[in-house]
C-alpha cells in the first residue's frame, strides 16, 4: 500500500467515489451504526473521516488511525470527537490490549491481512470484535468496476485494490487468534460485512 499514493488521492476520495450524495451519506451512516460496539474502538484505515463522523455519533470512544497526513488533515477539519493519529495499522504504537473492538471500512483489499490482524489480535482485548466493511468480489458489478480500476491504475500509478477472498480470509484470521467469523451481504451485494472476536489467548 503506497502512502504517496493515498496522500495524492485525499483531495479526490470523496468526489471520486461520490460519497457526499444524501443517498450515500445515508448508507455510510446505517452502516457505521451496524459495525460499531461499546467501549473504546480503534478505526483502521480512516481517511477523510467519513465514517468516523458516525462512529462518534454513538457512546463509543474512538481512536481513528491513517498513515496518510493528507488524508489524516482533511479529517481533523470535521472537528471529530475522536482522537485522529498518524499511525500505520500494521505496526501502531499502542499497548498491548488498548482496545474493545476495531473497525475498518474499505481497507482490507489495500493492505497486508497478516500484519494487520496480527497487531490488531495484541492491541484489541480477548474477546473484543472486529468489524470490516470490504468489496464483495463475487458482485458483477463490483467485478466490472475493479476491471476498470485495474486498467486506470496501469496508465497512472500501478496501485490496485486486491482481491479479499473469503476463504483465504478466515485462514489469516484464525492464524492471528480470532474466531466466529461471519460474513454478511450488504444492501444489493456489492459490500460485504466481515466480522470476528479476539480469542482468550
Not at 495524492?8 to 455510510?28: C, F, K, V
Not at 482496545?99 to 473484543?128: M, N, S, T
Not at 463490483?142 to 479479499?164: A, E, Q, W
Request: glycine content about 6%; aromatic content about 10%; overall charge positive.
Amino acid at each position: 500500500m503506497s502512502r504517496e499514493h493515498w496522500n495524492w488521492m485525499a483531495s479526490r476520495y470523496e468526489r471520486l467515489y461520490r460519497l457526499n450524495s444524501t443517498r450515500s451519506q445515508r448508507i455510510i451512516k446505517d452502516r457505521a451504526l451496524m459495525m460499531i460496539m461499546p467501549g473504546k474502538v480503534l478505526e483502521v484505515g480512516a481517511g477523510t473521516g467519513i465514517y468516523t463522523k458516525y462512529f462518534c455519533e454513538t457512546e463509543s470512544k474512538i481512536t481513528a488511525i491513517d498513515f496518510s497526513p493528507n488524508m489524516l488533515n482533511l479529517a481533523k477539519l470535521r472537528n471529530l470527537k475522536a482522537t485522529l493519529l498518524l499511525e500505520d495499522a500494521t505496526n501502531t504504537s499502542f499497548s498491548d490490549k488498548s482496545f474493545d473492538g476495531a473497525v475498518g471500512c474499505y481497507i482490507l483489499q489495500w493492505i497486508d491481512h497478516d500484519l494487520l490482524f496480527k497487531e490488531l489480535h495484541r492491541v484489541i482485548r480477548p474477546g473484543g470484535r472486529i468489524a470490516f466493511l470490504t468489496d464483495n468480489i463475487y458482485n458483477p458489478v463490483v467485478i466490472v468496476l475493479r476491471l476498470i480500476n485495474y486498467i486506470d491504475s496501469l496508465f497512472r500509478n500501478g496501485v490496485h485494490p486486491k482481491l479479499v477472498q473469503r476463504s483465504k480470509l478466515s485462514k489469516v484470521l484464525l492464524k492471528n487468534g480470532f474466531y466466529s467469523i461471519k460474513y454478511s451481504v450488504l444492501g444489493l451485494g456489492a459490500t460485504l460485512l466481515v466480522t470476528a472476536i479476539r480469542n482468550d489467548l
